[in-house]
């Protein structure tokens, strides 16, 4: 089975409807699959639902979708750094479906791992629990989690093979590995593509089982998502 594609577009072609469920990798704009997410936007692909712990930021990621109002609801944690996600939502443009971030991950870990539901103590007592079934266990309370489970997962990696098995890089290891498992069919985007029985068997985050289309897109983009500066102390020259 031949996984390897030669773009996103061709990678994306046959396999997009219109109100499906996306899962997109990444935090903030580290290991965000960037160029698939482009490719989603050209596509023209709408009415989606996004599993995303946010959207990026304004003009990159996610957020070019919503420029396009293709996105019609976000499941995610945080939108903090996104002024059009939040302008959307608040003018009820968009549907938001916030989640603690914990609880987020392992709703992706739990639809990956085919588990449908799962109890926790987070957001008992709160506006996360509202409309959820509520259960006691040894004196606590917890409430109720429904796993998620995509039509397509989108992720980014550091290294991949022909085989699809993936090596995410540092912080970039975030949604992705779970992401990775938990939809119906994984695309993943690599910046370095090697062939199959390279990549040392210890050093595999993503099995290839999980993933069944691959693209190489070069070195990533090294977005910063907040530019920190100091003034440099004066020189003595000066």
């Known amino acids: 089975m031949n996984k390897v594609y030669p773009d996103a577009e061709t990678a994306l072609a046959g396999i997009l409807r219109d ?82 971030q914990g609880t987020l991950a392992e709703r992706i870990r739990a639809g990956g791992a085919g588990i449908p539901a799962f109890f926790t103590k987070t957001g008992v007592g709160t506006l996360v629990a509202e409309g959820k079934e509520i259960r006691e266990f040894d004196g606590e309370k917890y409430v109720m989690e429904r796993g998620l489970f995509g039509d397509v997962a989108i992720v980014h990696a550091w290294k991949g093979d022909t085989a699809g098995n993936l090596v995410y890089r540092k912080t970039a290891r975030n949604f992705n590995p779970m992401m990775a498992t938990a939809a119906k069919i994984t695309i993943a985007e690599v910046e370095h593509l090697v062939p199959a029985g390279e990549i040392d068997p210890d050093h595999i985050h993503t099995p290839g089982i999980f993933v069944q289309r691959i693209i190489e897109v070069g070195t990533a983009k090294k977005h910063i998502e907040q530019r920190t500066t100091r003034k440099r102390p004066e020189t003595a020259a000066s």
């Open 19 to 100: 109100g499906m469920m996306i899962m997109s990798g990444g935090f903030g704009l580290c290991g965000i699959a960037e160029t698939l997410s482009d490719a989603l936007r050209e596509s023209g692909v709408k009415d989606l639902t996004v599993v995303s712990n946010n959207a990026g930021v304004d003009g990159i990621g996610l957020s070019r979708l919503l420029e396009t109002r293709q996105i019609k609801k976000m499941i995610s944690s945080y939108v903090g750094e996104n002024k059009l996600f939040a302008q959307q939502y608040l003018a009820g443009e968009l549907e938001l479906e916030f989640c603690p």
